[in-house]
C-alpha cells in the first residue's frame, strides 16, 4: 500500500516562504514522478509542480520562479518550497505520485494522494 503524509502547511503573510514536504512509503520512490496540485476554495484541482526522471521538473506559470519542487530520494520525500507568496497562492495543497505520467500534468495521470494540506496567505 502506498502511502503520502504531507506536512507543513498553515498561515504565511504575503512575501513570505512555506516549504511543504511529502513522505512517501511503500512504493520505490527513486522513479515515481511526483508533483504538487492546489485546489483553491470554489475551483477544479490543478497543477503546481512536478519532478520526474532524476532531476527534470515542470511548472505552472503563475509559481515559476517562485516555488521550487525537489525531492530526496534517500529520504523518499518531494519537497514545495513557495517563495514569495501571494494571496491567490491559498490552496489546499495536495501531493501526487504517478507510475507514469504521459503529461505531468493531468490529475487523472495520478495514482496516489497525500491528505492535503491548507495552505493560507494572509496579511
Known amino acids: 500500500q502506498v502511502q503520502l503524509e504531507e506536512s507543513g502547511g498553515g498561515l504565511v503573510q504575503p512575501g513570505g516562504s512555506l516549504t511543504l514536504s511529502c513522505a512517501v512509503s511503500?512504493?520505490?520512490?527513486?522513479?515515481?514522478?511526483m508533483a504538487w496540485f492546489r485546489q483553491a476554495s470554489g475551483k477544479e484541482r490543478e497543477f503546481v509542480a512536478a519532478?520526474?526522471?532524476?532531476?527534470?521538473?515542470r511548472y505552472i506559470d503563475s509559481v515559476k520562479d517562485r516555488f521550487i519542487i525537489s525531492r530526496d530520494n534517500a529520504k523518499s520525500t518531494v519537497y514545495l518550497q513557495m517563495n514569495s507568496v501571494q494571496p491567490e497562492d491559498t490552496a489546499v495543497y495536495y501531493c501526487?505520485?504517478?507510475?507514469?505520467?504521459?503529461?505531468?500534468?493531468?490529475?487523472?495521470?495520478?495514482?496516489?494522494w497525500g491528505q492535503g494540506n491548507q495552505v493560507t496567505v494572509t496579511s
Open positions: 501526487a505520485a504517478a507510475l507514469y505520467a504521459r503529461t505531468i500534468t493531468g490529475v487523472s495521470e495520478y495514482d496516489y
Open positions: 511503500g512504493r520505490t520512490f527513486r522513479s515515481t514522478t
Open positions: 519532478t520526474w526522471n532524476g532531476s527534470r521538473t
